[in-house]
């Protein structure tokens, strides 16, 4: 931001930091309407990308005795080497937002092209669908999809408000690659489709 004359104005940030920023303006555009919204969500369509289950324990326990939460998501991201964070975006409105938002621990199946079935059942709001069938458990007890291509288990490192969802990253405390070279699950125009190595 700049003060009147153009000198670069001063930010202090926690921690002490100062940063001397460049002159730059900022827009604000009109509140999107319901059209405008639409066509964001067809523009950001034409992004492919892979799609995965994120699944943790309700109860916080470990073992088969203990219960399973799992969603689809396609919004998973990788953020940072070191340390290893991923992000993905839970939905405010979500029906199990509290629970997603609570869950200390957690796993990310990526899944495979033949895995379509499976990423329709989650994708389903609640637990009405789950199969136990569809999981098995790690060493550290976290469920993640059986037949999945890789899987990351991640222990909540921070969250964020960003609109109508939040951001949660995950620190990786664990990860595993299925043997084989099968294509990925990918999600393309609001399709699902085939990912090739």
């Avoid at 319901?34 to 034409?46: D, I, K, T, V, Y």
């Avoid at 569809?134 to 222990?155: H, N, Q, Y």
């Amino acid at each position: 931001m700049v003060a009147a004359g153009g000198t670069p104005l001063e930010i202090r940030y926690p921690f002490g930091q100062m940063h001397n920023l460049p002159e730059y303006s900022v827009s604000h555009p009109p509140i999107a309407d319901a059209a405008r919204q639409a066509e964001f969500r067809r523009l950001m369509g034409l992004f492919a990308t892979g799609v995965c289950v994120i699944a943790f324990n309700r109860n916080d326990g470990k073992g088969s005795d203990s219960a399973i939460s799992a969603m689809t998501i396609n919004s998973l991201v990788s953020v940072s080497l070191d340390p290893m964070l991923l992000c993905w975006s839970l939905q405010n409105d979500a029906s199990q937002y509290e629970e997603y938002l609570a869950a200390e621990t957690f796993s990310f199946s990526i899944l495979a092209d033949g895995q379509q079935v499976l990423a329709r059942r989650y994708a389903a709001r609640g637990d009405t669908a789950l199969h136990a069938d569809d999981f098995g458990r790690s060493d550290a007890g976290l469920p993640f999809v059986k037949g999945a291509l890789a899987t990351f288990e991640c222990r909540r490192w921070k969250h964020y408000p960003a609109g109508d969802h939040t951001m949660i990253l995950g620190e990786v405390e664990a990860m595993s690659n299925a043997d084989g070279t099968a294509p990925a699950l990918g999600f393309f125009e609001g399709r699902f489709c085939a990912i090739e190595a």
